[in-house]
């Protein structure tokens, strides 16, 4: 009688884990910090100089496996010099093994350059040479749709638009107030650009609130212009740039409510 009480409860409790124990969680490739790594790489591996090797192959050994060639597959000559890089995408093969695509800009060039990174014990190492591989090709940009435009508002909106842009490059917070809804505070350069001119506004069909786009040219000084004005490097650059604004009518006066890069070409 013991034991067909015992039976049942035995085959209740086996194969079964404890009460709060969580299975262990199988590991899974540390991507970001894969990613992290294989740029510092690509700033070591892209860059070199046939003058001065020995310090590139010192800098590599930090990412290499021991006994790994000391140049890792260049021949010591010539140069090359490689920056903007950045992820583009990772590859994952297993927990310890994945292929990260990186792209970066050489001269006038934008390429890829493929990097293997093997992950044990919370440790990284690239196993195996690298690969350059041409970047993604340009979108092909469809020319932008003739749009209804209100010019007669556009007018209307001219001054109101200078001068709200005149006080966003200056930063006085009570000045850019008066061109701003009263419910929005608005940030503005704190004279690091000045003001040129407003250049395009576009201005859609529509109610009392509109979505504006504009182009707006700043002027950006240079920290040289004191010590040699003659050099084109040291004299104030122009920079054209593109805004979308949202506007909305109070009585008889425009007012921004929010400003934004602008989402598309004024054509």
């Given amino acids: 009688m013991v034991n067909g009480v015992r039976a049942p409860f035995e085959r209740l409790t086996q194969g079964s884990a404890p009460a709060g124990v969580v299975p262990e969680a199988q590991p899974k490739f540390p991507v ?7 740029v510092q790489f690509a700033q070591v591996y892209l860059n070199f100089d046939g003058a001065k090797p020995d310090v590139r192959a010192g800098r590599l050994a930090a990412y290499l496996p021991d006994g790994a060639p000391t140049q890792f597959g260049w021949d010591g000559l010539g140069k090359m010099e490689a920056g903007a890089i950045q992820p583009y995408e990772t590859k994952v093969t297993d927990d310890r093994n994945a292929v990260v695509v990186l792209l970066f800009q050489s001269g006038n060039r934008r390429m890829m350059l ?9 440790g990284l190492v690239v196993p195996e040479y690298p690969a350059v591989l041409p970047a993604p090709a340009k979108a092909a940009f469809p020319s932008p749709p003739e749009e209804s435009r209100d010019e007669a508002t556009e007018v209307e909106l001219r001054p109101q638009l200078q001068g709200f842009f005149e ?4 930063g006085d917070p009570v000045d850019l107030q008066r061109f701003v809804a009263a419910d929005v505070r608005l940030e503005s350069f704190d004279s690091a650009f000045d003001f040129v001119s407003l250049d395009k506004v576009h201005v859609p069909p529509g109610g009392n609130v509109r979505k504006v786009r504009v ?10 212009a004191q010590t040699n004005p003659e050099a084109p490097a040291a004299s104030e650059g122009k920079l054209e740039q593109a805004y979308d604004l949202i506007v909305e009518k ?4 425009w007012y921004i409510k929010e400003i934004s890069g602008a989402s598309r070409t004024l054509g």
């Avoid at 493929?114 to 919370?122: E, N, R, W």
């Avoid at 006080?167 to 200056?170: D, G, I, R, S």
């Avoid at 109070?250 to 006066?253: A, C």
């Fill in 114 to 122: 493929s990097v293997p990174v093997f992950a044990s014990g919370g």
């Fill in 32 to 38: 970001a910090k894969a990613e992290a790594f294989a």
């Fill in 167 to 170: 006080k966003y490059a200056e």
């Fill in 250 to 253: 109070q009585s008889d006066k």
């Fill in 215 to 224: 182009e707006v040219t700043w002027s950006v000084p240079s920290a040289g």
